[in-house]
């Protein structure tokens, strides 16, 4: 996919599906900027995006602050002038437990990253791409933003938030030439599967990931590249059509609903 002469600008760039997006991006030509907390992972795709030829800067940010999005809006800007492919995709899981167990903290924690971060990355870049009459826009939602997940309703609720959100955001700009769509990933080879799989875990994480895996039809989790394609195609012009959609990559997981217990 071509993005020669875009910037794309990607939220959790640190690991995982953000970093495997923003080099993604930058080979398609793009330049990028990096968001995370995480300085020192975010650093690296940083490095990494700039070893596979392209420019990249990070910006440190934590996205559940108004000031901070503010600030990595603006340190996008000052240093590529535009905003093109915004990828709002930082997120965290939370602890599982079960609803009437659920700690009030880590809801309001899960809820300010996952769904009040992606409505002030979408209150923030949606301006800058109005003055630019154009710009693409993929929020991280998941298969948990369809469907109820026992032991996660933080996260549950967060995700079909995100969904809501995206809904929302696409029928107010696509007039405008932004489009918004969600992305919705069952289980991903990346930290946070890995974080869930020690907190499901009495037996190793081994024999939960062969538990996990043995719900999904082609028998593994995806790839945070296999995630990062599908986002690529919705951010580029060969997706101008695609707005509001929210779009399931689970290796099958969905498609049948009995395979999920
Ligand atoms: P990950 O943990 O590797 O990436 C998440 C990134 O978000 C991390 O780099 C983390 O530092 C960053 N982050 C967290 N809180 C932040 C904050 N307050 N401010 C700035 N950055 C913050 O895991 P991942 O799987 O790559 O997750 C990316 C997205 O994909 C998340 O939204 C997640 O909910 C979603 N997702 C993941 C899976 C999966 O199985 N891995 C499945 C469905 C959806």
Do not use: W
Request: proline share 3%; with cysteine; aromatic share 6%.
């Amino acid at each position: 996919m071509d993005f020669s002469g875009k910037v794309a600008l990607v939220t959790g760039g640190a690991g995982g599906i953000g970093r495997a997006a923003s080099l993604g991006f930058a080979q398609g030509g793009a330049r990028v900027a990096v968001v995370d907390r995480d300085a020192v992972g975010g650093e690296e795709t940083a490095r990494l995006v700039r070893a596979a030829g392209s420019e990249a800067c990070f910006v440190q940010a934590d996205v559940t602050k108004s000031a901070d999005v503010q600030g990595y809006v603006k340190a996008t800007l000052d240093a590529y002038g535009t905003i093109d492919c915004f990828f709002n995709n930082a997120g965290i899981e939370g602890k599982i437990a079960l609803t009437g167990d659920y700690e009030e903290d880590v809801f309001d924690a899960v809820i300010a990253v996952n769904l009040k971060g992606v409505f002030l990355g979408l209150r923030h870049v949606i301006p800058v791409m109005l003055r630019q009459q154009g710009g693409a826009i993929v929020n991280t939602a998941s298969t948990a933003g369809i469907a109820g997940s026992p032991g996660l309703s933080g996260y549950v609720a967060s995700k079909h938030g995100v969904i809501g959100l995206t809904r929302t955001a696409a029928s107010e700009y696509g007039r405008n030439g932004i489009r918004v769509n969600a992305v919705c990933p069952g289980p991903t080879d990346t930290r946070m599967i890995h974080s869930l799989e020690a907190q499901t875990s009495t037996e190793g994480s081994n024999s939960v990931r062969e538990r996990y895996q043995s719900t999904i039809p082609i028998g593994r989790y995806s790839t945070p590249e296999e995630i990062a394609n599908l986002v690529l195609f919705l951010s580029s012009e060969l997706a101008g059509s695609i707005t509001g959609g929210q779009y399931l990559i689970d290796g099958g997981r969905g498609a049948s609903p009995s395979a999920l217990r």
